[in-house]
């Protein structure tokens, strides 16, 4: 394992700093820069100012060590506002029908929806527009099985776009293969057939299905939108 004076001469060397900068910088004596970098002193209370000189962290001028990088990929909005099927939508939501029993969105596909009466789920109408979505065209059904875990875990939520049926390999899609409603992350194959994929890959090896077996395969509408509680 390098030595600190030997990170430090490497760090310093790709800064393009002198001795004498780098000490001004960190607010410390140049004397002390110069032990450290020489290896005559083993240590300093300044490690950490000079670190942040460096652009690095004194764990890494110590040991060497580069730790994984970390970025922020999640931001509070706040608390969850309650709501039941008497709230008055806001001017910037919409709802779309939910098919609890996947069964129910089986058959031909699902059904037409300005005739469905059953329950909803509210979404913001900036969000959908974010994804390209017509309200429209959209409904959610329920996910069942473990084909899709630890994506989709049995009873989670998709919601579901009707007008994107050509296939975008990798994505997953809401299929009817042979009367039942499928999940699936698809992958055209050459001469126009499917490989249909599981994220449980361990219990559910990928379907190969060739042209000719399409014809039972009907591509139901691209997923644009998924939910799962813990």
């Not at 490497?10 to 002390?32: D, H, P, Y």
């Not at 994804?131 to 009873?155: Q, W, Y």
Request: with cysteine; proline share 4%; aromatic share 6%.
């Amino acid at each position: 394992m390098k030595t600190l004076a030997q990170n430090l001469q490497e760090k310093l060397k790709a800064s393009g700093l002198t001795q004498k900068e780098l000490a001004e910088r960190a607010n410390i004596s140049q004397v002390m820069v110069h032990k450290l970098i020489s290896g005559k002193a083993k240590e300093s209370s300044k490690l950490v100012a000079i670190a942040n000189v460096l652009g690095t962290t004194a764990e890494e001028l110590i040991t060497g060590k580069t730790r994984a990088s970390v970025e922020a990929n999640a931001e509070w909005a706040g608390p969850m506002e309650t709501w039941d099927n008497k709230t008055t939508l806001s001017d910037d939501e919409v709802e779309i029908p939910f098919y609890m029993d996947v069964e129910l969105a089986a058959g031909l596909g699902i059904p037409e929806m300005p005739h469905f009466h059953g329950p909803k789920l509210r979404f913001a109408k900036s969000t959908l527009r974010k994804s390209n979505v017509d309200p429209t065209n959209a409904a959610c059904v329920r996910v069942s099985g473990n084909s899709m875990e630890p994506v989709l875990p049995n009873g989670s939520t998709v919601g579901v776009d009707t007008s994107q049926t050509d296939v975008t390999d990798g994505k997953m899609y809401a299929i009817n293969h042979d009367g039942m409603l499928r999940i699936k992350t698809l992958y055209k194959l050459p001469g126009g057939g499917l490989r249909l994929r599981s994220f449980n890959l361990d219990e559910w090896p990928d379907e190969r299905y060739e042209t000719e077996d399409i014809k039972h395969i009907t591509v139901i509408g691209k997923v644009f939108w998924y939910s799962v509680l813990l």
